[in-house]
């Protein structure tokens, strides 16, 4: 059976053409239709609140059905539906129930379409960046085609444009042929010993602070910009140069890999985290540095999360792979975004962004510490596990 290459690319394109739309623009959506900063940042911590318990409920249900794209054709149309609602009503009560349906099953989707990718590849599975960068083009498509729109269109463009798009995931999943996913044998005991490690809890702990770090830059920086005058399509071009630039260390993460070992990687991924969030914190008047701001992206999201998905995989092993990923999905994605939501929510009238972006630097700061005390030291000079 051929690989359906643009069946499998077309679900990453509209999922991150998806993403491309909310994550910019939701939270000037939010702004505009009357909420204060502390209901956005409530609001986005009950986005990330879900996925505490999402992935790993429904990674136990596709575990024991085996029907991995049957979740993802359900959990697609139902995310659509409930998303749509938000073009019929108004208030904090009803964008709060809608927000915690329409992000209970958007968690759902990503996770099983990656396994159901690697069902289909199989052997070649060196294929799947290529199939994963048509993600990263929706997302830069996106950004930028809504942001030049929004100079020109009211703001209800953006419901309108993610629901549209959620409705193209789901369509692109029922034309994505059904592959019986592999049987597994039972796993013997031996995950209550990976989890007593005080390497992975530190290496948990690091995530969670970034992720919580990342938070008011996913929440607040489209507004932050707006505040300062940026037009809708140049901010749209500065989170599209992000992701240009995730890209680009993506193709070339394998030879960085070769050269250095996944605990500098990772250190200095952090450093250059605390870079990236003081200049966005006291250089918003200067563009050019808030272009170099973005092209650090690179560093703290791509180099972060190879080292991450390198890291989840030493201590966890193929058996207990799934357990894993949802273990740290759920514990920074899901627990670091909803208190990063929270935080910066809370403070960012109160005490300004440039506290909140100080405060993003500090919490990686502290990851810094934890990650060179306790994180990598072990593999970090095994270069078998980093090709």
């Known amino acids: 059976m051929s690989v359906p290459y643009w069946r499998l690319s077309g679900f990453y394109f509209f999922y991150f053409a998806t993403v491309g739309v909310f994550i910019p623009y939701w939270g000037l959506y939010l702004k505009e239709s009357g909420f ?21 409920l429904w990674g136990w249900i596709a575990d024991r059905t085996g029907k991995n794209l049957r979740i993802i054709r359900i959990a697609a149309f139902l995310t659509a539906a409930f998303f749509a609602g938000f073009l019929f009503v108004h208030g904090y009560i009803w964008f709060a129930w809608i927000t915690i349906g329409f992000s209970f099953f958007w968690n759902a989707a990503l996770p099983q379409f990656e396994a159901v990718t690697l069902y289909h590849l199989k052997d070649e599975s060196h294929r799947y960046s290529r199939i994963r960068l048509w993600g990263s083009i929706g997302f830069i498509v996106a950004v930028l085609g809504v942001g030049w729109l929004l100079d020109y269109q009211p703001p209800v463009i953006i419901p309108l ?13 029922l034309m994505t042929p ?10 013997a005991a031996g995950i209550m010993q990976i989890m007593k490690r005080s390497e992975l809890w530190a290496f948990l702990i690091v995530y969670m602070l970034l992720q919580l770090a990342h938070s008011p830059y996913y929440v607040f920086y489209s507004i932050y910009l707006k505040h300062y005058q940026y037009t809708t399509s140049l901010t749209g071009f500065l989170w ?4 240009f630039a995730e890209i680009i260390l993506f ?3 394998s030879r960085v890999l070769k ?28 563009f050019w540095l808030l272009l170099f701001a973005q092209l650090l992206h690179a560093a703290t999201f791509a180099g972060a999360h190879v080292a991450a998905i390198h890291l989840v995989h030493l201590y966890f092993g193929d058996r207990h792979q799934g357990k894993g990923q ?23 009238e109160s005490l300004g962004a440039e506290f909140v972006y100080s405060m993003a630097a500090v919490f990686c700061s502290i990851a810094f510490i934890v990650a060179y005390i306790w994180v990598g030291r072990e593999s970090s000079q ?3 596990v980093l090709g």
């Open 178 to 187: 059904t592959i019986q996913a592999p049987q597994h044998e039972v796993v």
């Open 161 to 173: 444009s993610i629901t549209a798009l959620m409705a193209l995931i789901w369509l692109v999943s």
């Open 240 to 243: 599209a140069l992000a992701v």
């Open 259 to 286: 050269r250095f070992s996944l605990r500098t990687v990772l250190l200095t991924s952090i450093v250059l985290s605390v870079v990236r969030w003081l200049m966005i914190a006291w250089c918003v008047d200067y």
């Open 36 to 56: 204060n900063p502390v209901e956005i940042g409530e609001l986005s911590a009950m986005l990330s609140g879900t996925r505490i318990i999402a992935p790993i």
């Open 251 to 253: 193709i070339y993460m």
């Open 382 to 384: 095994d270069k078998t």
């Open 326 to 348: 949802a273990l740290y999905t759920s514990l920074t994605f899901g627990l670091g975004g909803m208190l990063g939501s929270y935080f910066s929510g809370y403070y960012w």
